[in-house]
């Protein structure tokens, strides 16, 4: 008579949610910290730019104000601007080229979890960023940092400006036609964002026209809600609506969160077009 054989075991349960998303994070930050030139280059432009806009235009705004201290929260919208939007769209854009996008759809991972293993990968090179130029800030040029409920308007206006800038990201991914050309249609967009927003020069001394055109996008809004921060009161005159309006700064970021959202939904792919 045989020996009956062992019942295989049931079925191991499942991960649950919480934990597919952390090791998805993980694999996202481990994936990003080991491509060093995306490393250095992510986290050290916005220093580069800095250092050079800092020597070349060192003028003083008045209130004891240098122009290096009003360019601190343009390039920390603009560090946050390449860690979220421009990373990302490059990033998924590759992805979907290569065919990891298609692969990972094909396993039991939940979609959402691909998600937001990118968000946590933006939010932890956004921390980078502002911490690399806070320190250099600080340090080389006699920047404040924030105090007291500043930290509290910094931190919004950061968490909510990646979000909504992450969010375009994936969307924006959509518009390059292959891995190879994502870096070619993202850059150019935030280039231009950037220069007509603020971040390198004075927003006060952009042509009108130009002010009228970023006022619809989120950069301009982060950059005069970080400058609520690092610049005194009596700078908010300068501003075109004469005040910081960190209530319609937190609107329009908010709305662009949504938005993004709304765009994601209609437009991401796991797979290029025209890919069967």
């Known amino acids: 008579m045989s020996t ?14 919480p934990s597919v998303y952390r090791s998805r994070a993980s694999v996202e930050l481990k ?8 490393v250095v280059f992510t986290l050290m432009l916005p ?29 920390i919208a603009a560090g946050i601007l390449g860690a979220s939007l421009q990373n990302m769209a490059i990033g998924i854009a590759t992805e979907r080229s290569d065919g990891t996008l298609k692969s ?29 130029l806070l320190l250099v800030g600080v340090l ?3 920047v404040d940092p924030p105090s007291g409920r ?20 994936i969307a924006v991914s959509s518009l390059a036609k292959n891995g190879r050309s994502a870096s070619a249609t993202v850059t150019p967009i935030a280039l231009l964002l950037q220069f007509i927003s603020g971040v390198f020069f004075q927003f006060s001394e952009i042509p009108t026209w130009m002010q009228t055109v970023a006022a619809f996008f989120p950069l301009k809004w982060m950059a005069q ?52």
Do not use: H
């Not at 009956?4 to 949610?17: E, I, M």
């Not at 500043?150 to 990201?169: I, P, Q, R």
């Not at 921060?229 to 309006?245: K, M, R």
């Open 4 to 17: 009956p054989s062992a019942s295989p075991r049931a079925g191991a349960a499942l991960p649950s949610l």
């Open 31 to 38: 994936e990003f910290f080991r491509q060093r030139e995306s």
């Open 47 to 75: 220093v580069l730019l800095l250092v050079v806009f800092g020597a070349v235009l060192n003028f003083d705004l008045g209130d004891g104000v240098s122009f290096t201290q009003y360019f601190m929260a343009g390039i």
């Open 104 to 132: 990972l759809a094909g396993t039991p991972m939940p979609r959402s979890a691909f998600f937001v293993g990118k968000v946590v990968q933006v939010l932890a090179v956004t921390v980078a960023i502002i911490v690399v």
């Open 140 to 142: 080389f040029y006699d």
């Open 150 to 169: 500043e930290w509290l308007t910094f931190a919004w206006v950061a968490a909510l400006g990646a979000a909504a800038c992450a969010l375009l990201g």
């Open 225 to 276: 809600g970080l400058r609520s921060v690092f610049l005194p009161d009596a700078l908010a005159a300068s501003e075109p609506a004469g005040s910081w309006e960190l209530g319609r700064v937190a609107l329009v970021l908010a709305v662009w969160c949504v938005a993004g959202l709304a765009l994601c939904v209609a437009t991401f792919s796991w797979q290029e077009r025209g890919a069967r």
